[in-house]
């Protein structure tokens, strides 16, 4: 999912608000006022907004990791998507996936992961590729690795850019 445009999450809210701070410094900065004009007030607007929405990004990308983290949301995340699993289902240990926050800003998770068990043929199991869930993903409506408010602006806009 990583792309050139995404931002790797810091998973730090300390340096995610010293980042935040530095850009908004730079935009609130009150430099040759005699050469400024409403293009100027713009740019400085969108420096704001950018860095706004990045900080939101961030501490989304954080939210997430520490519920990926709790046991008490894994379990959670188990019990709300029984009705998924096939009845063979089984826990195939964890793999790692990548969701896409606010503003382009992306965290790596370590997840719980659910697969359809075969039967043995022979001596070996055939295995089942692309036939597993992430629990946690589904739960929160985000099995395609991108938050439901992502998703929501998409739809309300009509099309994915980037």
């Known amino acids: 999912m990583k792309s050139n445009n995404t931002i790797p999450t810091t998973l730090d809210l300390a340096q995610s608000l010293k980042n935040f701070s530095q850009t908004i410094a730079e935009a609130m900065s009150l430099s040759d006022l005699s050469q400024w004009d409403g293009r100027t007030l713009r740019e400085?607007?969108?420096?704001?907004?950018?860095?706004?929405?990045?900080?939101?990004?961030?501490?989304?990308?954080?939210?997430?990791?520490?519920?990926?983290?709790?046991?008490?949301?894994?379990?959670?995340?188990?019990?709300?998507?029984?009705?998924?699993?096939?009845?063979?289902?089984?826990?195939?240990?964890?793999?790692?996936?990548?969701?896409?926050?606010?503003?382009?800003?992306?965290?790596?998770?370590?997840?719980?992961?659910?697969?359809?068990?075969?039967?043995?043929?022979?001596?070996?199991?055939?295995?089942t590729k692309g036939q597993g869930f992430c629990p946690f993903l589904r739960w929160l409506s985000m099995k395609e690795g991108i938050t439901p408010l992502i998703w929501s602006t998409v739809a309300f806009n009509g099309s994915v850019s980037g």
Do not use: F, M
């Not at 929405?53 to 520490?66: F, H, R, S």
């Not at 063979?88 to 606010?102: A, D, F, I, P, Y």
């Open 44 to 127: 400085r607007e969108q420096k704001i907004r950018q860095a706004a929405l990045i900080l939101a990004g961030e501490c989304i990308a954080l939210l997430l990791n520490n519920l990926s983290n709790s046991p008490e949301a894994i379990k959670t995340a188990k019990q709300q998507t029984q009705g998924w699993r096939h009845p063979k289902s089984q826990g195939n240990g964890r793999v790692e996936r990548q969701v896409l926050c606010l503003d382009n800003v992306i965290v790596s998770l370590r997840l719980p992961y659910v697969v359809e068990r075969s039967k043995k043929v022979g001596l070996k199991r055939r295995k």
